[in-house]
Every structure is written in C-alpha cells, then in structure tokens.
C-alpha cells in the first residue's frame, strides 16, 4: 500500500510523504502515521480546502508518475463554522 498524510488550514503541510512511507515497513508504516496524527493539534488558522485538495491531488499524480499504483484522498475536516459562514 501508498500512503501519504498531510495536514492543512492555510498551508499544507506533509506529516508522512509517499517517498518516506515507501521506505517503512507495513507494520512501521502504520505506528509511524498513527504516532504523528496523534501529535497534530489544531492551529486556529483558517481552513483552505482547494489548496489542500490540489496538493493532495498533486503529491497521487506525481507519485503515480514515478510508478506508484495510489488514487484515492480522504479528506478530515472539522468544518466548524462552514454553514454559518455561508449563509
């Protein structure tokens, strides 16, 4: 399996690139992302989904270019405040 974890609000940010997650063990592979989401904390920063989504779309193409078989995003988000902000 391929797997990369990034974290955004204004910025995106790698927690696990696909290049670093190639190099780990399955088993490692799974501590290793479990470890770092466990330590992400909220930074209060504005959330800024299209940026988030293209570089996550980004990081599948290229890393599909360099011979790597990924294609999904799961995207986490709290969205709060979203529908207020929009009505």
């Given amino acids: ?38 330590q992400l904390s909220p930074t209060w920063g504005g959330t800024e989904l299209g940026p988030a989504l293209i570089d996550g779309v980004g990081a599948i193409l290229e890393a599909d270019a360099k011979g790597s078989r990924v294609g999904r995003v799961v995207l986490v988000t709290e969205a709060v405040g979203y529908a207020e902000e929009r009505e």
């Fill in 1 to 38: 399996d391929h797997v990369a974890v990034f974290a955004f609000d204004r910025t995106v940010r790698p927690v696990v690139s696909f290049a670093e997650s190639e190099q780990l063990e399955p088993q490692v592979r799974l501590a290793v992302i479990r470890d770092r989401v466990k």
